[in-house]
């Protein structure tokens, strides 16, 4: 069975980083692109970034480059996200996500809160 269970979120003040991490198990992670994603309160969910799944390639969000990145350690079906310059608009649920043509998983989400 597959899941995706992310850790790492928490109340962080506005210039702040913070680190996500997303454990995956239960399917071949290796072959999967991997993706965080966030929703804020009243808004659509969003595309923050992805990582291919040799993890050769990332791609992000036009307003986030620079601030945030992502990474994956295969070996431990591990996908990260570290988040720095953190702003109060930063503020979301963020997911992880996995995709491999038709196949798709996403976990429960992680409370990310920036605020003074």
């Known amino acids: 069975q597959a899941q995706l269970v992310e850790s790492g979120g928490g109340l962080v003040q506005p210039g702040g980083s913070l680190r996500l991490a997303c454990a995956a198990s239960?399917?071949?992670?290796?072959?999967?692109?991997m993706s965080w994603y966030r929703q804020a309160p009243g808004k659509e969910r969003e595309l923050v970034a992805s990582i291919t799944s040799g993890g050769r390639s990332t791609n992000y969000a036009d307003s986030l480059k620079g601030r945030f990145t992502i990474s994956r350690d295969n070996a431990k079906a591990m996908v990260y996200l570290q988040m720095n310059s953190l702003k109060p608009e930063d503020t979301a649920v963020y997911y992880c996500?996995?995709?491999?043509?038709?196949?798709?998983?996403w976990g429960q989400g992680a409370q990310v809160t920036v605020s003074s």
């Open positions: 996500k996995a995709g491999r043509y038709d196949s798709i998983y």
């Open positions: 239960g399917f071949t992670f290796s072959l999967y692109v």
